[in-house]
């Protein structure tokens, strides 16, 4: 009975030890990942033929939406914009 106290009071400690202190036993299997560094050159070039250079078309197209509505959005976006260059108003004095 005393054994059985004892055994279920360290098993206590060491619980309390490795799940709070070292850390769950899932967290120290290790794990890789297939990484390759020269994957952002080689598909630079197919950015910048759907979003622009610097992506000013990719800024565009998030602010079309994506419910189909884009066209009108397009369209009411641009006859807002007549007239203004970079967000002010340049026919005025």
């Known amino acids: 009975m005393l054994l059985s106290s004892?055994?279920?009071?360290?098993q206590i400690v060491r619980d309390l030890i490795q799940f709070n202190?070292?850390?769950?036993?899932?967290?120290?299997?290790?794990?890789s990942w297939p990484f390759d560094p020269e994957i952002?050159?080689?598909?630079?070039?197919q950015y910048q033929e759907l979003n622009g250079i610097l992506?000013?078309?990719a800024i565009e197209r998030l602010g079309l939406g994506i419910d189909g509505y884009d066209r009108e959005r397009l369209e009411k976006q641009r006859a807002?914009?007549?007239g203004h260059l970079g967000g002010v108003d340049y026919l005025t004095p």
């Open 6 to 10: 004892c055994m279920g009071a360290l």
């Open 55 to 57: 992506g000013e078309t």
């Open 21 to 31: 202190v070292a850390g769950h036993p899932v967290l120290h299997k290790p794990e």
């Open 40 to 45: 952002g050159k080689r598909r630079s070039r």
């Open 80 to 82: 807002r914009d007549a």
